[in-house]
């Protein structure tokens, strides 16, 4: 019992490990019951004592060694900071911390952009590849047809809904609020820009009928206020005024770098994001804009192989011949009909997401079962885009971008003998049941509903896209339809203006996208998207306004005549002004003035009040001419007119009767050939002035010869002197003169006056003393003889002016900033053309189409019969030379 006791307690020994534990370093030792130490306790205290000492200094001196080291380390990177710091402050920050920071969001958005839509591409592509690989068993392709939109709808819900539910939706009401002033938690986080970066490129490369500019508006907001946190940029972060209006100028990024609009995103941000805009935000949001969309076609350049910047759509519609003026009444159907459709999208998305949200039954199954929803709707979008299926009627087989780009194709689908590259387009839109006239109402309407369906799955997602396509293919139905009307275009003033389809899918993307989104800028967007802005073509830089200006100008000069004013006036009918010169010589401009002032000018100077004055002095000159003829006498002095008595007015007329009053009765009109008047010249009818708005008005209407009876002043021997015979004419004819404005407009018939009839006489209220035709006559033309007095015409001192060197392009501004619509061309102050906007809007297209000729305008005078100039060089009679100066062109 012993010996075995023994061998066990050996063995036990034997197999404990020496030294490894501090019962072992005690001198511990197992007995067959409790065991005991073999070793003094306090000598294992004082060693162990010193092993704690020696660690305690080994851990000191190693911090003490690591911190020297991160010291040095941190002087290192501190260096490194204050020279980037140096640099900073030196350069970037003296241009000002805003222009920086707006710059570097455009960038970062770009780059964000860029990877987002390479990513969609290539989902894209992977699902037509696995569509086309497995042609040969029509239910494998229809399993690969629905399983990558189905994965990528599922994925993009869930890693929404684990990382950050705030990025579901479009983003813009959020953006909305934020802008108001209520903050919203997490809606700006890094977390929820993540989210909806990584659930937006997963749900719109899945093929479903959804967009992207709001959420894009949402990530260029949270990009925004993440780089306002960067210790250069913390002024902006601090200050929540300024940093507001730093997300409105966001908002403007996103949508310049959704759509690579920049005008159009400035614009957009207005409208949606801001219930007041200030002004100092235009700058903002533009450079930024403008830095993203530029940085955004740049990458496309470096990393896709485009040759050049490219719009995101890109159309080639003739600029020649645009549209006929009368399509403009198609366009206008096309915009109510789009204003309807768009008011349904949103009454019919309304009505759908109040029953969902009603229905609590239905919405307790999703919350517990979110994917049940999500894939339920995209497996039934899915099937329905089959291209064996449904699709088939629906170009299911095209991507977003494709359908777009095919809608906008510029030429007819229902033309014959299709080229190939035309053969690939229509294909997709034409199948052996039907044609376009069927498929595209299919289009829209399940473009319509659909899209209805999937913006309600909880993932970041817009409904832009959608209606742009969905407007876009009603515009083609309506263009393909005028197509067939007017196979050989619209007639209009003699030319054919052909019928562009595609012209008219760009209005009808338009129109609906902007009745959806109630926004104007949407017109702008679209031009920017479609390349529809005229770009200033290099041939534009070399054209000048000796090019195309007028050489052959209408003017007026000081010291011409009324009679050649008026021939200038009645010749150029159309012209609203006239440019005044020194003289037909030299040719110095002056000014110019107003068609109306010109006319009043020569209304002026013969109308009617200075025609009767002219009277008043003859008659005045006549009357003292007589008195030097006759001695004054007593009886002559003349009495005080009763109130009572009816003065007779002398007439200026005086009837000859002898051979012996010759020197008395011949008048001399300003140098005229001397000419007889007697009454008998009075009692013509008066022709018209030769001014069309006045008449000539005669003293004597319609008058009787004077009756020969004798006078009771003659003697037996009839040698009465020559003044009573004067005289007794005159108290003749004084009955016969009427009043100058009678009441009743009615003139008075006068009969002969003898001795022995009595006549009554109404009392006149105002004698009026004219001129007979012939009178008349002449004394027109001799003041149609006489110089022209401009000093009582409003001249305009500083007409615009140009010089022939001036480029075309700057000309286009001037006369866009001053809303002008001509402008005289001069060489050191003499004139030499003129520019009205018809000229510039011609040279413009003719530019942009590349048809662009010098002096093509003179050209076209030139081919022109002869032109008639009566008064001087530069002055045409013919109408047609003025055609390209009516009033809308050439008024002030």
Known sequence: MN????????LVEDKAPKGSTKEQQLGYQHTLMYGRYTQDLSSFAKQEAKRLKALDQKKRKDEYNRKQDFKDRSKILRGIANFFGFIWSKTLARLGEDWVYLGTLGIVMAIISFIMDWGIGICNKARIWLYLDLNYHIALQYVSWIALPITLILFSAGFVHIIAPQAIGSGIPEMKTILRGVILKDYLSFRTLFAKVVGLTASLGSGMPL????????????????????????????NQSRGIEMLASACAVGVACCFAAPVGGVLMSIEVTAVYFAVRNYWRGFFAAACGATFFRLLAVWFQGHETLKPVFKTYLGSEFPYDPLELIVFAIIGIISGLMGAGFVFCHRKYVLWMRGNKQLNAFLQKNRFIYPFIISWFIASLNFPFGFGQFIAGDLTTHDQVVTLFSNFSWTKGNFTVEEVTVVK????????????????????????????????PSGNFVPMFKMGAAMGRIFGEAMHLWFPTGVNFSGDSWPIVPGGYAVVGAAAVSGAVTRTISICVIVSEMTDFIPSAAEEAYNVVVKDF?????????????????????????????FPVVENRENKILLGSIDRPHLIKTIERHIGRERRIQAAANWHRDNMTRLAQLKPVQQSDVPRRPSRF???????????????????MNRVTIHGTTPMYLSPLNLNLKPNKSILKKTSSFSLHKYGHAPSQ?????????????????????????????????????SEEKSTPTTPTVKKSVQLPRERVIDMSPEEQKAWEE??????????????????????SKTMLLKVHSLFSLLQINRAYVTATG??????????????????????FKPNMLEEKHSSMEDVLTPLSEGYSSREDDLDYYDDDDISV
């Open 645 to 663: 008595e009816v003065i007779p007015v002398p007439s200026i007329t005086i009837s000859p009767t002898t051979d012996e009053i010759d020197d």
């Open 211 to 238: 967009g992207k500019e709001g959420p894009f508006v949402h990530i260029a907001s949270m990009v925004a206020t993440l780089l306002a946190r960067l210790k250069m940029f913390e002024s902006i972060y601090l």
């Open 549 to 577: 200006m007028v050489k052959n100008v209408k003017f007026i000069w000081y010291g011409m005549s009324y009679r050649e004013l008026k021939t200038v006036l009645r010749d150029n009918p159309t012209l609203t002004a």
């Open 830 to 851: 003499r004139l030499v053309g003129v520019v009205a906007m018809r000229e510039l809007r011609t040279a413009i297209e003719q530019c942009n189409s590349g048809s």
């Open 428 to 459: 997709h839109w034409m199948n052996p049941y039907t044609g376009i006239f069927i498929n595209l109402p299919l289009y829209i309407i399940a473009t319509f509903f659909l899209s209805i369906l999937a913006s309600t799955i909880p993932v």
């Open 709 to 745: 009876f004798r006078s009771p002043y003659q003697t037996v021997t009839g040698a009465e002197s020559n003044i009573v015979k004067a005289f007794h004419n005159i108290f003749q004819k004084s009955s016969t003169l009427k009043d100058a404005n009678p009441e009743d407009g």
């Open 3 to 10: 010996a075995s006791m023994g061998e066990v307690l050996t």
């Open 782 to 803: 001799d003041e149609m003889r006489k110089r022209v007095d401009f000093s009582r015409c409003p001249v305009e001192p500083s007409p615009i002016q140009l010089v």
